[in-house]
């Protein structure tokens, strides 16, 4: 079984920034990947960016080049760094453990509005 523990949503203006955390604990495989999803009210849960263990990356275009997805493998976290923040950014974001099985995170709300 593994825990996910999310933090650092909130509520931002446009053009803001936030740094979301995910720490893992539990039995955690040594060749996991990690990812973040959101999913706003009335929609379907999206796909956000990804990183494997060595630290590759994927981002869904919407977020390109304003999100940061990064990991610190000996703290079983990953972080999403949001830049750029737009209100079409609202969501409920969740994190996702991908290992020899896959786990949701609890989600946290991020809330962009002036």
């Known amino acids: 079984q593994v825990q996910l523990v999310e933090s650092g949503g909130g509520l931002v203006q446009p053009g803001g920034s936030l740094r979301l955390s995910c720490a893992a604990s539990?039995?955690?495989?040594?060749?996991?990947?990690m990812a973040w999803y959101r999913q706003a009210p009335g929609k379907q849960r999206d796909f956000v960016a990804h990183i494997t263990r060595d630290r590759t990356t994927a981002y869904a275009d919407s977020v390109k080049g304003r999100f940061t997805i990064s990991r610190d493998n000996a703290k079983n976290t990953v972080y999403l760094q949001m830049n750029s923040l737009k209100p079409e950014d609202t969501a409920v974001y969740y994190c996702?453990?991908?290992?020899?099985?896959?786990?949701w995170g609890q989600g946290t709300q991020v809330t962009v509005s002036s």
């Open positions: 539990g039995s955690i495989d040594r060749n996991y990947h």
């Open positions: 996702f453990f991908q290992g020899g099985r896959s786990y």
